[in-house]
């Protein structure tokens, strides 16, 4: 399964929204019902990180301000003001289908 | 609290061989799946191999296959890599991740470079 993010890029305004995107090229929706789309949070110079898992649960530590959307091949991730320490490179993922598959990445910084 | 280490990165030349090593603690280990993921440098994450609880269900990327091992030992809650016939272009950062990507460890670097 093809993963594809856009933008490759985000400049935000601190306190500002952010959205990512995030297509795949199949449904995700998994024979059990569920639809394993995560989002990775990867700060520089540091591993990714899981912050939402099944589309839209934050996982555990994960402040509310991130928040995932979506269903079937189109999903989102938004940021409702970003901080410094959202800095970093964002990476959506499916586990729907054997072998795990990644987005690209987009970069979010500060403008 | 979840921990996943890796060891045994390092660098070593076209066609040698590593094998990584993943100490797993704070979850039980032989009821998850594993992974490696690697990260050239720079670049994306590009899944490796996976392993199911009990070792019966692997996989591996086509660039691997063939030349890359996965193993665990669940007694001694540990995940491995072995890696032969490395390339140049196996440089990279490799991940140990629990299940369908709840935990990542700190990772490993190899370099293969002569």
């Known amino acids: 399964i093809v993963m594809t993010q856009t933008p490759l890029s985000s400049p935000v305004t601190l306190g500002q929204p952010a959205s990512i995107s995030c297509n795949s090229s199949?449904?995700?929706?998994?024979?059990?019902?569920?639809?394993?789309l995560s989002w990775l949070q990867q700060r520089p110079g540091q591993p990714p990180r899981l912050l939402i898992y099944?589309?839209?649960s934050r996982f555990s530590g994960v402040p509310d301000r991130f928040s995932g959307s979506g269903a079937g091949t189109d999903f989102t991730l938004k940021i409702s003001r970003v901080e410094a320490e959202d800095v970093g490179v964002y990476y959506c993922?499916?586990?729907?289908?054997?072998?795990?598959?990644f987005g690209g990445g987009t970069k979010v910084e500060i403008k | 609290e979840v921990q996943l280490v890796e060891s045994g990165g390092g660098l070593i030349q076209p066609g040698g061989s590593l094998r990584l090593s993943c100490a797993a603690s704070?979850?039980?280990?032989?009821?998850?799946?594993m992974n490696w993921v690697r990260q050239a440098p720079g670049k994306g994450l590009e899944w490796v191999s996976y392993?199911?609880?009990?070792?019966?269900?692997?996989f591996y990327a086509d660039s691997v296959r063939g030349r890359f091992t996965i193993s665990r030992d669940n007694a001694k809650t540990s995940l491995y890599l072995q890696m032969n016939s490395l390339r140049v272009d196996d440089t990279a950062v490799y991940y140990c991740?629990?299940?369908?990507?709840?935990?990542w460890g700190q990772g490993t670097l190899v370099t293969v470079s002569s």
């Open positions: 993922m499916q586990a729907t289908q054997s072998p795990l598959t």
């Open positions: 392993i199911n609880s009990g070792s019966s269900t692997i």
């Open positions: 704070g979850f039980t280990f032989r009821t998850y799946s």
């Open positions: 991740v629990r299940d369908q990507g709840y935990d």
């Open positions: 099944k589309i839209s």
């Open positions: 199949q449904s995700l929706v998994h024979s059990d019902g569920n639809t394993y």
